[in-house]
């Protein structure tokens, strides 16, 4: 077999090369990626110095001039492959040597099982994956053009997930594992075969992306970049809704817990720095410059709140909103030191203290595993019961609130259609010295089904916190000074 590559014309971009990258810069800001007039200009003088001869390196320059934060790079890449692709077109076509001039640029439809032999063949050999990537390119580029192709509503475009049926990822992975170990003979050891088993995923992994990233650039070609930026290109991890988070994309965003809580704990550090002295009191102020003609020459400042008040926090641990709440606890946890003290009380029907689980040398993660496990969270059906969780915390917990704790209520209010007991909250409320609700729910579905949160708002204040970012800002306002 022969490589032969097939690149169409590219496409000119309407103010040029720079017009170009300015429309890659405004791309990462619309998904949330920082990037100043500075970091645009750095990334220009990168492009001028690289030029567009070696992709791989001007990925690099690029993401070196633009991104701040490591947690970023996912997104970066993905929006650079659209941007910056690797070719256009069917791009490469694997044709035999004699029939190479005869064959035309469109692909026929293939033998399937002889390309998947000869994927295995391929991927069986012993040769680091970069060494494989080119050959690996080519005939994936064949593959998702016979079988990941199909007509939309929009026109033609391509499905990784066509492309990956057909090439049967499972039955793939098993004989590329034999094939790994054929060299051991029939009894390999238990370190072969791990070792064995670990090279198969990891290639088998780089096939799966390699489609999906092929697929991208074939569909952005048909229906455009937007198209596949809305749906293709990962979020941030700060973006990510909680209610629709993955496992992976939760295990992410507890990443970014640190960060989020240092620059609170910053902010909140340079407004107490202010507050020490105190606002003008200007009633006061205004009353002394009679005594000077009414000139306010001597201020009068107002005495400086108390600091540090006590938090508790009430959080639902049902399985609809136990990623945003332990993601809240996370958050709140990296934040105790600017409460004078931290009492967290999980529940789904019935309320339980689980502070002793979040002390200073926890393993958060554990922690928010063995609350479910260990605390009386549920004494009844299991479902959420907010009601009932406010009757059980009132009784067996009916002094922590005072005038120096500020409470704070996470969940959606979802309550099964029972008592949503609201003169209770309106207590609780009452008692404490500030209080708020932070619901993962976007606003437009509060109301909607069995959820009481437009009731609950009428008693305590309700903010949507859908994403890390969104809770951030929250948390920041609230945050007391």
């Known amino acids: 077999m022969a490589v032969r590559r097939v690149r169409a014309p590219q496409p000119l971009a309407p103010h040029g090369i720079p017009g170009h990258l300015v429309e890659f810069v405004e791309a990462l800001r619309g998904q949330g990626i920082s990037v100043g007039p500075s970091e645009t200009v750095d990334a220009g003088r990168v492009l001028s110095v690289l030029g567009l001869g070696d992709r791989e390196a001007l990925r690099e320059g690029i993401a070196c001039a633009v991104l701040r934060r490591p947690d970023h790079r996912d997104t970066f890449d993905a929006l650079f492959d659209l941007w910056f692709p690797a070719a256009l077109g069917s791009r490469t076509v694997l044709v035999d040597d004699d029939a190479a001039d005869a064959e035309e640029p469109g692909l026929p439809p293939e033998d399937i099982e002889a390309l998947r032999a000869a994927l295995v063949e391929l991927l069986a050999q012993n040769e680091d994956l970069a060494n494989l990537d080119e050959r690996l390119t080519a005939m994936i580029a064949r ?31 098993g004989r590329l594992l034999a094939g790994l170990l054929a060299p051991y003979g029939d009894e390999p050891t238990p370190t072969q075969e791990q070792i064995a088993k ?55 965003m507890q990443k970014v817990v640190g960060p989020l809580a240092r620059v609170l704990a910053t902010r909140l550090a340079a407004r107490r720095r202010r507050a020490r002295a105190g606002a003008i009191d200007l009633r006061k102020t205004l009353r002394k410059s009679m005594s000077t003609g009414g000139v306010p020459i001597d201020l009068v400042l107002k005495k400086p709140r108390p600091a540090r008040p006590e938090l508790v926090v009430l959080c639902d641990v049902s399985g609809s909103v136990a990623g945003f709440s332990h993601f809240t606890l996370m958050l709140v ?64 917990w009916p002094n922590v609130l005072t005038p120096r704790s500020s409470l704070l209520v996470l969940g959606d209010g979802r309550n099964n259609y029972r008592n949503p007991e609201l003169e209770l909250l309106a207590r609780m409320v009452n008692a404490s010295r500030h209080a708020h609700w932070l619901n993962p729910e976007p606003r437009h579905l509060w109301g909607s089904g069995d959820s009481a949160a437009p009731r609950y708002a009428e008693v305590i204040t309700m903010h949507e916190c859908r994403s890390a970012k969104q809770l951030a800002s929250v948390i920041d306002a609230l945050l007391p000074v």
């Open 143 to 173: 593959i998702v053009e016979a079988y990941g192709r199909y007509n939309s509503s929009r026109g033609p475009s391509y499905s990784s997930y066509q492309a990956l049926k057909a090439m049967n990822l499972d039955d793939l992975e």
């Open 198 to 252: 670990a090279l198969a995923a990891q290639r088998i992994t780089q096939l799966r992306r390699m489609v999906e990233a092929e697929t991208k650039r074939r569909t952005a070609e048909q229906l455009g970049r937007q198209h596949v930026q809305m749906y293709g290109v990962p979020q941030l991890a700060e973006n990510v809704e909680f209610l629709r988070a993955s496992g992976e994309q939760l295990r992410q």
């Open 333 to 396: 946890h990296a934040l105790r030191q600017q409460f004078s003290r931290v009492r967290v009380f999980a529940f789904i029907d019935t309320t339980d203290e689980v502070t002793d689980l979040f002390g200073p040398e926890a393993d958060l993660a554990v922690a928010v595993q063995r609350i479910t496990r260990e605390a009386g969270v549920y004494t009844r059906d299991g479902h959420s019961d907010y009601g009932h969780a406010f009757v059980s915390f009132m009784e067996k």
